[in-house]
């Protein structure tokens, strides 16, 4: 695992890279990355409104609790945005 | 559901896209998927291409392939690819690299979004040229020279695995390691004039394992366009979504701007739309009737019972097709030998399809569309003015 970037904190406000484009399909989302050219992919529709509204609440937990995300899925959630943190799809917002 | 499942039942857009942009080509490759050679005069203009690419942009379609033909001896080719990549629309083009020029190589390498595909079908030039014609391995390796004193980033080598080449496979991954390239390793098809070679070119069941077992063992290192599914069924899947992509996450336009399920299915069976039609490329892929079959779920067929079929799906729906097989049933070239089976079984009316499109120079022209008048009679030479110049007389008694 890269050691690379900052650690990722779900307590830090964050949001969608502006170099990532969000392209809605019936599974969830293709997520486009212009930077590294990477194509991967948002496996539930619930994970699209998670991430693309990272940029609208103070914290990653608060955009897991507005989606509406059931606790028990939180940990399992946490996971999935950790990796997105990782590969450069989010990021901590300034 | 998985996401595989998903993809099998089509997406909203391509994940990718091939664009053929010109049947032009300067060279005659015998294994031609779109039997290029010349120029067809309906190819998309510069605006209608600049069109596409805006509603590909719209479509949130994130990059494509371009290839031919010879995509660089359109004279707008490098307006269309600035244009694209503009667009939000990423380019990756596939070139025998003739116009890859110091001058180029050195603009490529300024470019962000682009991606440069050189083909090579031999790792010595005899093995390469045999297929791709005298001087393609010269051009191909001087394209790469100029591409790496330019500083481009990792260019890709595509390779088309053939009985005469399943044995450079390591000579490929070095001529690749020496230009700091990608090596991409991708199936044979008997598609367009491969068709013509295909039973003395494809690999032998042997080479089949003896490629699976290098491609296992390089893992994502060489890419593969997802072209070996069918060989998945030796054990391990080999990276990629494994599924027949027809219609479902990729497509084909044509230089005329005609759409078809997949780059290997230049046949009028699997045309789905042009661009040109109202609603454009989105009408196409979104309420094409074929498109739609093909998102169905399929049965399996004759390999329904087959204990293999989760992994190989029954493999490649051109690959079948262009052999004279069913398309519900195996491979022609199934791992299990159910397809060389199925090969010796055709009986002599077994009609073979052949693509209606051939842009080949040997071919006649436009040889889609209203047929032409053929002058059977024609004198030798202009200057000749005897009509019977040429003629063939039966000769009695021969």
């Known amino acids: ?94 | 559901m998985k996401l595989v499942e998903h993809f099998q039942y089509g997406l909203n857009s391509p994940i990718c896209l091939t664009w053929e942009l010109t049947y032009a080509c300067n060279l005659a490759c015998v294994h031609c998927l779109s039997s290029s050679g010349r120029r067809d005069p309906r190819e998309l203009t510069t605006a209608e291409a600049k069109a596409v690419i805006d509603e590909l942009q719209r479509m949130q379609v994130f990059y494509v392939n371009i290839g031919g033909g010879e995509p660089t001896v359109r004279p707008d080719f490098w307006e269309l690819v600035d244009y694209a990549v503009t667009h939000d629309v990423g380019v990756k083009f596939s070139t025998n690299g003739i116009k890859l020029d110091e001058a180029r190589a050195a603009q490529l390498a300024a470019t962000d979004y682009v991606d440069v595909q050189i083909s090579l079908d031999g790792a010595t030039p005899e093995v390469n040229d045999h297929v791709r014609g005298p001087g393609s391995y010269a051009t191909a390796i001087r394209a790469l020279e100029n591409l790496a004193a330019a500083g481009f980033g990792k260019p890709k080598i595509s390779v088309v695995v053939t009985r005469q080449n399943v044995d450079q496979l390591d000579e490929f991954k070095a001529i690749a390691d020496r230009f700091g390239a990608q090596l991409r390793i991708t199936r044979l098809r008997p598609s367009g004039r491969g068709a013509d070679v295909w039973d003395e070119l494809h690999p032998t069941a042997e080479q089949q394992r003896q490629l699976y077992d290098w491609l296992v063992a390089h893992g994502e290192d060489v890419l593969t366009g997802d072209s070996f599914f069918h060989l998945s069924a030796y054990g391990e899947a080999l990276p990629g979504l494994n599924l027949c992509g027809a219609g479902r996450v990729v497509c084909l336009i044509d230089p005329v701007g005609d759409v078809y399920a997949c780059p290997f299915a230049i046949h009028e069976n699997f045309l789905a739309g042009n661009v040109r039609s109202p609603g454009g490329f989105e009408a196409v892929w979104r309420t094409s009737e074929l498109f739609a079959e093909l998102r169905r779920p399929q049965t399996g067929g004759a390999c329904r019972s087959c204990g293999f079929y989760d992994s190989c799906q029954g493999g490649c729906m051109a690959a079948k097709f262009f052999t004279g097989l069913p398309l519900d049933g195996p491979d022609p070239e199934c791992v299990r030998g159910l397809g060389e089976q199925a090969l010796a079984a055709r009986g002599p009316d077994t009609v073979i399809p052949k693509s209606d499109v051939d842009h080949s120079r040997s071919a006649p022209r436009n040889s889609r569309g209203p047929v032409p008048v053929t002058i059977g009679m024609r004198p030798d030479r202009a200057c000749d003015e005897n009509p019977l110049a040429g003629l063939k007389v039966p000769v009695a008694g021969r």
């Open chain 1, 1 to 94: 695992m890269s050691t690379d970037g900052p650690v990722f904190n779900p307590e830090l406000p964050h949001r969608c890279s502006p170099q990532v484009a969000l392209r809605p399909e019936p599974f969830g989302a293709l997520v486009y990355h212009f930077g590294t050219r990477r194509l991967s992919f948002l496996k539930t529709p619930q994970l699209v409104e998670v991430v693309s509204g990272l940029e609208r609440h103070p914290s990653v937990h608060a955009a897991i609790e507005a989606a509406g995300v059931e606790e028990a899925q939180r940990p399992a959630y946490l996971r999935a945005l950790a990796g997105l943190a990782a590969n450069g799809t989010i990021e901590e917002r300034p």
